[in-house]
Every structure is written in C-alpha cells, then in structure tokens.
C-alpha cells in the first residue's frame, strides 16, 4: 500500500527557516517525481514544485511566489522527500502536503497527475 | 485568482447528476491533460480523473471526465452525501512552466 506522511509542521517566526519532510512507503520511491502543495486557511489547493527522479536529472521546479525561498531535495535511500522552507512569510500559513508525480516528457518531463497524497503538515507563521 | 477556472459551487439532491466545468487556455488545458482531484479539508487529496478522461482503478464509474478545446467537464451522476467535497480541476501550464488548480469547487448534495 502506497503511503506518504508528512511531517516538520509547527508554529515558527516571520523570517525564520523550517524544513518538512515526506517520508514514503509501498512502491520504490527513487523511480518517481515527487510533488509539493499546500493549502492556506479558506483557500484552495496550490502546488509549491515538484523533483524529478534521478533518471530524469533530479531537478526542480518552483511556483513564483516560493521560488528563491523554498528548496525540494530527496534521499532515495530514506525514501524521504524534503521541502526547506526559508524566509517565511505570514502568507506561507497553510497546511502542507506531498504526492507522488506521474511525469510526461516532451522537450522537457513534467507532472501530468498525482495519484498518491498525504494528509498533510500545518505550518503556522506567527510573530 | 487561478489560472483555471471553476464554479465556486454546484449542489443537486442525492441521485442526480452534477457537472463541473473548468476553463483554461492554449497554455494549460489546450495543449497538455487535465485530472481531477476530490478533497475533504483535513485529508488527503484523491485523484479522480487523469488524462482527461481516465479513472484510477477503484474510481467508481459514477465518474466521468471530459475535454473539449480550453475546457474540461468533470460528471457525477448517482449522487451521495459522501460525494460532498471540493473538487479541483489542474494541469501543467508550459508558458508558466507550473502546475495549475481551478479554485475549486464545492459540491454540496442536498
């Protein structure tokens, strides 16, 4: 059974730094994108970004609004995928979650769905 | 204000049918799949519909999805009060190299 939990949520300062992790489980992680979302209170889903696998470079990609501010790495020996968060601002106030990214390839792979998520990890920014 | 485009909510008694539309662009639902994802705040989300039309198995064929140009429909008929939830359509966007949501949709089965 395919699973994924988050965890690293809590309550931190305006400015300061947090790191989340996705810790899977039932499939091999290392052979899949992993994605990042999150939902702010009253509002709707939003994706973060989302890692490639190995095999497809390992690379990143952002959403403007955390892009300079929010790193996504893996360690496929952990099955972990991490979301660092620096630079929190009041408006990073959501509840986070990952999902496991299926990848379509043209000149470039990037998601086409996710088809596994977890129940998520609130962040709470607070002065 | 999302780059897709939903209802903000749909409602119909239980054992109708409901449609829900999303509406993008060339950039987004024009030229790249559509999926569609269930979500209960508190939980997590659930796919529902990929490639524009295709069920994960263990989807009920209660629903349905389609594309049409910049739009995308997503269909439940034989509605249940377990069906109330929020629905987002998404997408990749190549001009903004991002993934897209509609704002979502809440369905509630009277």
């Known amino acids: 059974e395919v699973q994924l939990v988050e965890s690293g949520g809590g309550l931190v300062n305006p400015g300061r730094s947090l790191r989340l992790s996705c810790t899977a489980s039932?499939?091999?992680?290392?052979?899949?994108?992993m994605s990042w979302f999150r939902q702010a209170p009253g509002k709707g889903l939003e994706w973060v970004g989302f890692?490639?696998?190995?095999?497809?470079?390992?690379?990143?990609e952002y959403a403007a609004s955390v892009k300079d501010r929010f790193t996504i790495s893996r360690d496929d020996s952990k099955s972990i995928a991490y979301l660092q968060m620096d630079s929190l601002k009041s408006e990073d106030t959501a509840v986070y979650c990952c999902?496991?990214?299926?990848?379509?390839?043209?000149?470039?792979?990037?998601?086409?769905?996710?088809?596994?998520w977890g129940q998520g990890t609130l962040v709470t920014l607070s002065s | 204000q999302s780059v897709l485009t939903q209802p903000p909510s749909v409602s119909a008694a239980p054992g109708q049918k409901v449609t829900i539309s999303c509406s993008g662009s060339?950039?987004?639902?024009?030229?790249?799949?559509v999926s569609w994802y269930q979500h209960l705040p508190g939980t997590a989300p659930k796919l529902l519909i990929h490639d524009n039309d295709k069920r994960p198995s263990g989807i009920p064929d209660r629903f349905s999805g389609s594309k049409s140009g910049t739009s995308a429909t997503l269909g439940i008929t034989g509605l249940q009060t377990g069906d109330e939830a929020d629905y987002y359509c998404g997408g990749w966007d190549y001009s903004l190299s991002a993934w897209v949501f509609g704002g979502g949709t809440k369905l509630t089965v009277l």
């Open positions: 060339s950039s987004n639902i024009g030229n790249n799949y």
């Open positions: 999902a496991r990214a299926l990848l379509a390839c043209g000149s470039a792979c990037y998601p086409y769905f996710f088809d596994y």
């Open positions: 039932g499939f091999t992680f290392g052979d899949y994108a």
């Open positions: 890692i490639r696998s190995k095999a497809y470079g390992g690379t990143t």
